[in-house]
């Protein structure tokens, strides 16, 4: 094998890769997890957090 070949692999190699990053981002098994996440900021702040402040 020549480097061009080994080019060509690891090429291929993380093609396949950002395939199946893709594949699981766009899971429906993701999707709860990331629909929950994606509320992150607009929850309240907890009481406590909220008397800090004013401390």
Do not use: C, H
Not at 8 to 35: C, E, H, M, N, P
Request: aromatic fraction near 12%.
């Amino acid at each position: 094998m020549d480097v061009n070949d080994w080019r060509a692999l690891v090429t291929v190699l993380a093609f396949v890769s950002f395939l199946g990053i893709v594949g699981w981002a766009y899971s429906q098994r993701a999707k709860k997890r990331f629909d929950e996440a994606a509320q992150i900021p607009f929850l309240e702040e907890p009481p406590q957090a909220e008397q800090q402040k004013r401390e």
